[in-house]
């Protein structure tokens, strides 16, 4: 073991007042069984700020002169940043053959050529670069023609900065067609970088779905991808950030979340949609 290696012990005392912490200002929420998770997590912020224990560092973010920015740091210990392009071949799939089709359609019906898309959850980007690839493989030569703009939030900035750059490795791009991955991106040795103009079709910004005042700001979403979002809040916040969810769809607008959640027990209000090997939820 490295001789300056220090162990943090969390006690059960501070796992209530950090996991209360987070979830009063986040909805992130950490079970019981999930405290050595937490623990792990935080000891590198105690480290990083030459502190002692697991108390001193929540008097920190409570109290602490840099509170706000902290924060932001512990946002960023404590969210999941796992994704990659085309994640879930399935829903991709579904999102490109069936889903995005009939919104066109609708739009259409309507007398419009607007496609509003929003990526909840977006992590280092992945997903809504992935998003407006399939919008301009669906629309093709129309493309121009429409106005299109995808949204995309996420509580973490470190995740959120590494969108803005749209750099990515090959890892990333595993489950890309190698068409797309040539025609999308610009190949530099390990590095590829998402072209312009995908780039420009996806605006990111921070969001923090515990905030319900501007979650509810958020609508007139065509489709809203919102995948391994939900399971890490608890029964009450989860129920309504549905709702929520469900109020920034237009009426026929597709909800997709992760390919293993399910809205089951908590809401009725949406259509369940099967597609070949994936599900949606649909606004009637």
Not at 49 to 67: A, I, P, S, V
Not at 174 to 201: A, C, Q, V
Request: proline fraction near 3%; glycine fraction near 4%; hydrophobic fraction near 35%.
């Amino acid at each position: 073991m490295d001789p300056g290696y220090t162990k943090f012990v969390m006690s059960e005392e501070d796992f209530r007042l950090l996991r209360d912490f987070i979830y009063e200002n986040s909805g992130i929420y950490f079970s019981d069984n999930k405290k050595d998770l937490l623990e792990n997590r935080l000891s590198l912020r105690l480290k990083a700020n030459k502190l002692k224990d697991y108390k001193e560092y929540y008097y920190m973010l409570r109290y602490g002169q840099q509170q706000s920015r902290e924060i932001k740091a512990l946002y960023d210990s404590v969210s999941t940043n796992e994704t990659s392009f085309f994640r879930s071949p399935p829903q991709i799939q579904a999102l490109q053959e069936y889903a995005l089709p009939d919104v066109v359609n609708n739009r259409l019906g309507r007398g419009e050529k607007v496609l509003r898309m929003w990526s909840a959850g977006c992590s280092t980007g992945e997903e809504p670069y992935t998003m407006a690839i399939v919008i301009k493989e669906v629309l093709k030569e129309r493309f121009p023609e429409w106005d299109v703009k995808i949204l995309a939030s996420d509580i973490s900035e470190r995740a959120l900065s590494s969108a803005r750059r749209a750099e990515y490795n090959s890892y990333s791009l595993r489950s890309m067609p190698d068409e797309l991955k040539h025609k999308y991106f610009e190949n530099s040795g390990n590095t590829y970088r998402i072209k312009d103009e995908i780039k420009k079709l996806v605006e990111l910004q921070y969001l923090n779905f515990a905030d319900s005042k501007r979650v509810g700001l958020m609508r007139g979403f065509d489709i809203v991808f919102c995948r391994n979002v939900l399971i890490y809040f608890d029964d009450v916040l989860r129920k309504r950030f549905v709702s929520q969810l469900y109020d920034s769809l237009i009426p026929r607008g597709y909800l997709f979340i992760g390919h293993s959640e399910s809205l089951h027990n908590i809401t009725r209000a949406f259509k369940l949609v099967h597609f070949p090997g994936a599900l949606a939820y649909k606004k009637e």
